[in-house]
């Protein structure tokens, strides 16, 4: 939809009369916008800034390329970063938090909605009959470690904890009447920091990847039992299918929501064995069943049981069963994967001009236990700490526990925010991987002045078949971000821009799904 369409049907963005909102610009970056004036390099930069699509960090390379045809040698074209915008080329960051670069976030929330909506009802080389299967979306919670505080909600009239009665160990009471709104820092923090279990809130999101893990054997060997034969068997009757991403909660822990698809033997579509509410309650007995033995941290600590939290929630989004309504909860498929794909994108939820109290503990309490895990023999009666800061043994590099400080900023979760299992639907590098292709055939048709073949367009961007073409380059990092304060400031205005119109298209079009496709 081009701008002129667009604006006829009533979007109030694309009109030289509605300019970037470029609000609250520091003194540099309002510097910045007018040297791009001042030394008419205005016009390179949006070049540039279109090429990354508005990212908000693109990497800096300087160097030169050659495509060379594999079959016959002939060199087809040339490239060097001199000939590109501004005399460098920019490339996108590709981050997926949309805290960190909105621009790259929405391409990767749209890869993400794409790859799950080709699970749920087929295309992009997945079987149209996967939608005919049965569906469990299923969300995995952490456990409690402690009272914390929250906006009250519908039960709680939206007071905190107005039902909590006395007061704790250390003298704190264990209720809280006032209102909080979301954005209050105390959300997601303890009532008393003293009773809260900092230490197993760490080890417990250190090992959520392996609980996660060990839902999946738990569900196939369910599923197994439910079909009456041994779990080594199951993939002669059916196949356990899933998309699953990571949420972290204010508290600054994480859930796992996952929809989870049930195919028969061969291969994705092809019927299924069981029907939804079948494998909903077999998610549910997987998910309760499922235990991780955390060793200690040191010899001052001792071994945790790690489990989900009690707040379990699987609900049958397909039963899979003809002439049977669809769905348990009201839930649609292509709402589930916008929900996905949007939590996809999500970060920590820390501001790191403000963090969260609660948060920066979570972070000194990873770095205190990777501390004490590298120095796990210097217990108290061994040598004087004094003497030497460092392991005595020789073995305390084994602990796992040894690497919270590298994942601190995440506080202490290590694990794939988006994973599949391997036929649930297509891999994301495939779909990154067509619009690669889709450029260049773009860029083909625009250097020779014809237009572009579209007849089997998906087909072909999707082919395995490899390029006939090699690449030959020659780069070096130059550095990350703009290096103009206002080339920011203008990208993250455009990019804003470019997410409202998508999300206007979205409506226009009649849909509610909470993510839209990237410009």
């Known amino acids: 939809m081009n701008a002129a369409t667009a604006t006829a049907e009533g979007f109030w963005g694309h009109s030289p009369e509605v300019p970037l909102d470029l609000v609250d610009l520091t003194d540099a970056q309002a510097a910045g916008i007018v040297a791009r004036l001042r030394d008419r390099t205005t016009g390179a930069f949006a070049e540039a800034a279109a090429l990354t699509g508005y990212c908000s960090h693109p990497i800096r390379l300087q160097g030169t390329s050659t495509t060379i045809?594999?079959?016959?040698?002939?060199?087809?074209?040339?490239?060097?970063?001199?000939?590109?915008?501004?005399?460098?080329?920019?490339?996108?960051?590709?981050?997926?938090?949309?805290?960190?670069?909105?621009?790259?976030?929405?391409?990767?929330?749209?890869?993400?909605?794409?790859?799950?909506?080709?699970?749920?009802?087929?295309?992009?080389?997945?079987?149209?009959?996967?939608?005919?299967?049965?569906?469990?979306?299923?969300?995995?919670?952490?456990?409690?470690?402690?009272?914390?505080?929250?906006?009250?909600?519908?039960?709680?009239?939206?007071?905190?904890?107005?039902?909590?009665?006395?007061?704790?160990?250390?003298?704190?009471?264990?209720?809280?009447?006032?209102?909080?709104?979301?954005?209050?820092?105390?959300?997601?923090?303890?009532?008393?920091?003293?009773?809260?279990?900092?230490?197993?809130?760490?080890?417990?999101?250190?090992?959520?990847?392996?609980?996660?893990?060990?839902?999946?054997?738990?569900?196939?060997?369910?599923?197994?039992?439910?079909?009456?034969?041994?779990?080594?068997?199951?993939?002669?009757?059916?196949?356990?299918?899933?998309?699953?991403?990571?949420?972290?909660?204010?508290?600054?822990?994480?859930?796992?929501?996952?929809?989870?698809?049930?195919?028969?033997?061969?291969?994705?579509?092809?019927?299924?064995?069981?029907?939804?509410?079948?494998?909903?309650?077999?998610?549910?007995?997987?998910?309760?069943?499922?235990?991780?033995?955390?060793?200690?941290?040191?010899?001052?600590?001792?071994?945790?049981?790690?489990?989900?939290?009690?707040?379990?929630?699987?609900?049958?989004?397909?039963?899979?069963?003809?002439?049977?309504?669809?769905?348990?909860?009201?839930?649609?498929?292509?709402?589930?994967?916008?929900?996905?794909?949007?939590?996809?994108?999500?970060?920590?939820?820390?501001?790191?001009?403000?963090?969260?109290?609660?948060?920066?503990?979570?972070?000194?309490?990873c770095r205190w236990l990777a501390e004490r895990a590298r120095t796990a023999c210097r217990g108290l009666a061994g040598p004087d700490p004094e003497d030497d800061d460092g392991c005595l043994c020789g073995q305390c590099a084994d602990s796992p526990y040894r690497l919270l400080t590298k994942w601190a900023h995440m506080l202490g979760f290590r694990g794939h925010f988006s994973s599949k299992s391997r036929r649930y639907s297509i891999p994301l590098g495939r779909l990154r991987r067509a619009r690669a292709r889709f450029q260049k055939l773009k860029a083909d048709a625009d250097r020779d002045g014809t237009p572009m073949d579209t007849a089997d367009l998906e087909n072909r961007l999707l082919a395995d078949d490899e390029d006939t073409t090699l690449v030959i380059g020659h780069w070096t990092y130059a550095g990350t971000g703009w290096t103009n304060p206002g080339d920011k400031a203008l990208a993250d205005a455009a990019a804003a821009r470019a997410r409202e119109y998508a999300q206007w298209k979205a409506r226009t079009r009649g849909g509610e799904v909470p993510i839209t496709p990237a410009a």
């Open 69 to 365: 045809d594999a079959a016959t040698g002939e060199v087809l074209s040339q490239f060097s970063s001199a000939d590109a915008p501004l005399a460098t080329l920019y490339r996108a960051c590709g981050n997926r938090r949309e805290s960190v670069c909105p621009a790259c976030s929405r391409v990767y929330a749209r890869d993400t909605f794409e790859m799950i909506r080709a699970g749920l009802l087929g295309g992009k080389t997945v079987p149209d009959t996967v939608a005919d299967n049965p569906l469990v979306f299923a969300t995995l919670t952490a456990p409690s470690f402690g009272h914390v505080h929250g906006t009250g909600g519908k039960r709680g009239g939206g007071r905190c904890r107005p039902h909590g009665t006395g007061v704790c160990p250390h003298g704190r009471p264990r209720s809280c009447t006032a209102q909080h709104s979301d954005t209050d820092p105390l959300v997601g923090g303890p009532l008393c920091e003293a009773c809260y279990d900092w230490h197993s809130a760490v080890v417990w999101q250190w090992h959520a990847p392996e609980l996660w893990r060990r839902f999946t054997i738990a569900l196939r060997r369910q599923v197994a039992d439910r079909l009456g034969v041994p779990e080594s068997a199951l993939r002669d009757v059916a196949s356990v299918q899933f998309a699953k991403v990571a949420e972290y909660q204010v508290r600054g822990l994480v859930h796992f929501h996952a929809l989870i698809r049930l195919d028969g033997p061969d291969g994705p579509g092809s019927p299924a064995p069981l029907d939804g509410k079948t494998l909903a309650q077999a998610a549910k007995d997987a998910a309760r069943s499922v235990v991780v033995t955390a060793p200690p941290v040191d010899g001052g600590d001792v071994p945790r049981l790690l489990r989900f939290g009690k707040q379990l929630d699987v609900r049958c989004v397909r039963s899979g069963v003809p002439d049977n309504d669809d769905g348990t909860d009201d839930l649609r498929p292509e709402q589930v994967a916008g929900y996905l794909a949007k939590y996809s994108t999500k970060g920590t939820g820390t501001d790191p001009s403000a963090p969260r109290p609660h948060h920066q503990r979570l972070i000194r309490t």
